[in-house]
Structures are given as C-alpha cells and as structure tokens.
C-alpha cells in the first residue's frame, strides 16, 4: 500500500515541479505521514527528476538549522533536501524568474565532502564529518515556494518536495579552510545593493559541523546509504529566507570565505 502512495506521490511532485504551478497538496492516498515517510518519497522522487533537465542529485540541502528558520517555518528540527546539479551554478549565477512559482534566496555556508559518510553501526560525531570536508563555500541557496499555502502542509510533504529546494550558487572552494573554524564566520546579504540580514555560523546549531552530523545520520537510516564524496552540502541559512518580487542581484558577502551572486532576470 505505501508503495502506491510513494508512486502517487512522486508522480504530482514531477508534474507540479516541472510545470512550475503551485502544489496544494496529497491526496490522502499519497500523503505521507512522518518524516520518515517524507524522505522515503524524496528519494524516490530523485530517480525521477534525474531523467529531467534538473539532472542527478549532486549535493543536499539542510534547512531549519537556525532558530530564525524554525521559527519562520514553525518546524523546530532540521529538515533535508536534495540539490540537482542543473539548478547549480558557481560564484555569478542568472536564474530566469520563470523557472519559479515564488522564488526566495538564503544566505548559507557550505561544504564539499572529500570522503564517504556511509551507514555504520555507531552514530556519526562533529569529529568524524569534519574529518570528511574537503572545502568550505560561501552559498547563495535557491529555495522556491512551490506551494498555494505551505503553512499548512506540515514538515513530511515539505520534505517530500526537497524542502523548498530549488538550486544554489557555491562560491570558491576553500581547501585549506579548518571545518571547525566555520562557526566563525560571518555573513551578509544584499538586495541590490542594501542589507537585507547578516547572521555569524554559530547561528547554524550552534556549530555548522552539527548541521552535516545530523545530515550524515539522517542518511545514513535512508535508502540513499549516506552521503558520498564530492556531493556537496549546504548546512542552513544565516538569514531569514528572502522572497524575490522581480528583476535583482543578490549578493552574499562571507568573512572570511569570499563573495557571490545571484542575479534574477
């Protein structure tokens, strides 16, 4: 029975996804009913998307890591997503605004894995992901809200739907940048040239690494087997999500891990 309603469920995803219309929500045929279920769907939403322009899943999402984000979304633990390489772009990104229902833009840091986090018997430490950064990034993500009214939806459909995922733009890979040094950081988003929020990495869980620790567990109990060298990772917002009205740049400016851009046309 919960494979039909997966099946029923990837399938409004891909259609309301890819035409770019607003998604009211399952069924209750197709809805899922924990978070658990939520990821079952998101994962077997990726085989789907990869055979579209959006291409293969090439990095993960991480939202509700800052008490700004839970509050904002009223959802008080972290949730995932998938990225697909085709909404991906590097250091100066153009994004047409047809290619979103409502698009919103959030201020994030970043990692590069250069080793496999896969399944184990004991639970991942701070310790061991950060033994697994290959680079640090600066991070525009691109979240679109898909949906005629997202408040009512609940955290499982959210999930289901890559949580609002829509794309990023990673800055410069930092090789030599210390993991542990990333609740340092300080960052700023721009809107055209004024400040729309700043937020320090600190914000993130308290350490961005406990942002990728729960990421590396959380994966590791689903069918996608952990997390792989080279994906990317995007570990939370530092600014509360900004909902773009029209034609804009948007620039964030991270101490000490550089700048980027996002220009909507």
């Known amino acids: 029975m919960r494979e039909t309603a997966t099946k029923l469920a990837v399938d409004a995803l891909v259609r ?7 998604f009211e929500g399952f069924d209750s ?11 079952a769907i998101q ?5 789907e ?19 700004v984000m839970q ?28 290619d979103f ?36 990034m600066v991070a525009i993500e691109i979240v679109d809200d898909r949906y005629a009214d997202f408040t009512k939806l609940g955290a499982p459909t959210l999930i289901a739907d890559d949580f609002f995922g829509a794309g990023c733009v990673l800055g410069p890979e930092i090789a030599d940048f210390d993991p542990f040094e990333l609740s340092q950081v300080s960052a700023s988003m721009l809107i ?10 600190s914000d993130v869980l308290g350490n961005p690494l406990d942002a990728l620790t729960w ?18 990772v995007l570990l939370g917002s530092l600014v509360q999500t900004k909902w773009i009205n029209g034609p804009c740049e948007v620039r964030a400016i991270n101490d000490p891990l550089g700048e980027i851009v996002a220009v909507f046309t």
């Open 71 to 98: 509050d904002y979304l009223k959802i008080p633990n972290p949730c995932g997503g998938g990225v697909y390489e085709g909404t991906v772009q590097h250091e100066h990104g153009t994004f047409p605004l047809s």
């Open 49 to 67: 998307l990869q055979l579209t322009s959006l291409g293969w899943r090439s990095g993960h999402k991480i939202g509700c890591t800052t008490k």
């Open 101 to 136: 229902v409502r698009v919103g833009v959030e201020c994030e840091i970043a990692v590069r894995l250069a080793e496999d986090l896969p399944p184990r018997a004991t639970a991942f430490t701070r310790e061991d992901v950060a033994c697994a950064v290959g680079a640090c």
């Open 215 to 232: 990421l590396a567990n959380n994966a590791a109990d689903r069918t996608i087997n952990g997390l792989r060298a080279g994906e990317f």
């Open 192 to 201: 055209d040239g004024t400040s729309v929020g700043s937020g320090v990495g």
């Open 29 to 39: 045929k197709a809805r899922p009913n924990s978070e658990a279920e939520g990821y």
């Open 43 to 47: 994962d077997a939403l990726a085989p």
């Open 16 to 22: 309301t996804r890819l035409d770019h219309v607003p």
